[in-house]
């Protein structure tokens, strides 16, 4: 089996985001054990079915990266005890077919973190979001999910996020989440091999 890839989501278009920088210590966290890419879909246009065919630029390009994915990690914020409007607008675009293929998230297996400044932890928006993407057929890991409250407890002076209480269970769900993705690569290369 070739080195797995992951590709991560955040669901914050924010410069300094937090969900962004736990995005980029989970990709420390992975190291060389997978690929790693955090997707930018800043440049994705709201979704209007006038301009679907074809597909804009930008949606083609995600389009790509979530084809050539073998998992995909969600780093969320929580807007109003639901997931932002960003990523809604990003998951509808890939939830269409493209011509004749099909959508390139059905199957795909998913993991989910997110981090807030206030007491909620993201718990209420990755329900929501865990309901979506199962609706459109994500192969979602529900356990475990990571949900990090208060998360400037855990930033250094220059607003950095240092993680220092939460790191192992990020290590925790890296670990279990390289494994889910594996398992179903070696599943269908196995079914491959047999047909
Ligand atoms: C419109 C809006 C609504 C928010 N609603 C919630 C909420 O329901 N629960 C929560 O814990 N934090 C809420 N927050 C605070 C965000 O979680 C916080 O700004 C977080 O840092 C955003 O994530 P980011 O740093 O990745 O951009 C809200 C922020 C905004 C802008």
């Not at 914050?12 to 990709?27: E, G, P, T």
């Not at 709201?46 to 930008?58: A, R, S, T, Y």
């Not at 932890?121 to 309901?131: G, K, N, P, R």
Request: hydrophobic share 45%; with cysteine.
């Amino acid at each position: 089996m070739s080195l797995i890839k992951i590709l991560a989501i955040v669901g914050s278009l924010r410069k300094d985001s937090y969900n962004r920088q736990l995005a980029m210590l989970a990709k420390e966290i992975v190291g060389d054990r997978a690929e790693f890419e955090i997707l930018e879909y800043s440049d994705v246009p709201l979704l209007n079915q006038d301009i679907e065919f074809p597909p804009p630029e930008p949606v083609k390009r995600v389009r790509e990266a979530a084809k050539a994915a073998d998992g995909i990690w969600f780093f969320t914020p929580e807007y109003n005890h639901f997931f932002p409007g960003v990523l809604k607008n990003l998951i509808d675009w890939l939830s269409l077919p493209a011509g004749k293929e099909r959508p390139v998230l059905i199957g795909k297996p998913a993991a989910i973190s997110g981090t807030t400044t206030g007491m909620h932890a993201t718990a209420c928006a990755q329900d929501a979001l865990v309901t979506l993407i199962s609706y459109i057929n994500m192969d979602v890991m529900n356990a475990p999910r990571l949900t990090i409250p208060y998360i400037l407890e855990q930033v250094d002076e220059g607003g950095r996020v240092t993680l220092t209480k939460s790191r192992k269970y990020l290590e925790r769900q890296a670990d279990a989440f390289l494994a889910f993705v594996r398992k179903r690569v070696e599943d269908a290369e196995r079914e491959a091999a047999k047909a």
